[in-house]
């Protein structure tokens, strides 16, 4: 059974700095991507960041792009947001998720983690 637990997530100051963890255990795909996605209260799920299995190529939404990195260790098995000058715009849960090809559609995920929480205050 797959499982994708995220880690990291909490309260920070506008400006402030989160790195959010998922660490995936069991047998997804061969060489998964792993994208992160966002939901916040009343809106739809969102996509953030994904990267294939190589670290070769990223792939990051416009409102993120240039404030957060995404990245992976494939031999722990977790991959990680590094999420820089954070907004109260960016107030979400924050899931990951593993698919068969790096694309910004929730659709192209199989398996999903249960999120955590990141509150940025102002």
Do not use: H
């Amino acid at each position: 059974q797959v499982q994708l637990v995220e880690s990291g997530g909490g309260l920070v100051q506008a400006g402030g700095s989160l790195r959010l963890s998922c660490a995936a255990s069991g047998r997804t795909f061969e060489r998964p991507a792993m994208a992160w996605f966002r939901q916040a209260p009343g809106k739809e799920r969102e996509f953030v960041a994904a990267i294939s299995w190589s670290s070769f190529s990223t792939y990051y939404a416009d409102s993120v792009k240039g404030r957060f990195t995404i990245a992976r260790d494939n031999a722990r098995g977790t991959v990680y947001l590094q999420m820089n000058s954070l907004k109260p715009e960016d107030t979400a849960v924050y899931s990951c998720a593993a698919g068969t090809r790096i694309t910004g559609s929730s659709y192209d995920y199989t398996y999903w983690g249960q999120g955590t929480q990141v509150t940025v205050s102002s």
